[in-house]
């Protein structure tokens, strides 16, 4: 936030907020959604993520929303290490918040969640 201050010549966050709803872009899943992208500048894989400089970026949005996708979207699903090596961050959290939401479902396979 404040990089974009300093380009916008503002010490306002409503100013920038105000200047981002003009355009697509769109916040990391990692850092707690502290960095911003450009919709022109992510090149997203097959499975809608992108990354520069360790800061990851995901089409669906947070950290929660991208976890469900990408459970939603597997055949056999995933467990959390499958998924954290997938989105490079912790997602025992995310994934535990889906089920308690009763946005995705899991079964304990073989002494591990499956989600």
Do not use: I, N
Not at 29 to 34: D, L, P, V
Request: a neutral charge; aromatic letters at 12%; glycine letters at 8%.
């Amino acid at each position: 936030m404040p990089e974009l201050k300093q380009a916008l010549g503002t010490a306002a966050d409503a100013t920038v907020f105000r200047k981002l709803a003009t355009v697509d872009y769109h916040t990391s899943y990692s850092h707690r959604g502290r960095f911003y992208t450009l919709d022109e500048v992510a090149r997203f894989d097959a499975l809608g993520l992108w990354s520069f400089r360790s800061v990851f970026f995901s089409r669906f949005g947070t950290l929660v929303a991208t976890a469900q996708a990408l459970v939603e979207a597997a055949e056999a699903g995933y467990d959390a290490g499958e998924c954290e090596a997938v989105l490079q961050v912790d997602c025992k959290q995310a994934l535990l918040g889906l089920v308690r939401s009763g946005r995705v479902t899991r079964e304990h396979v073989s002494g591990r969640y499956v989600y």
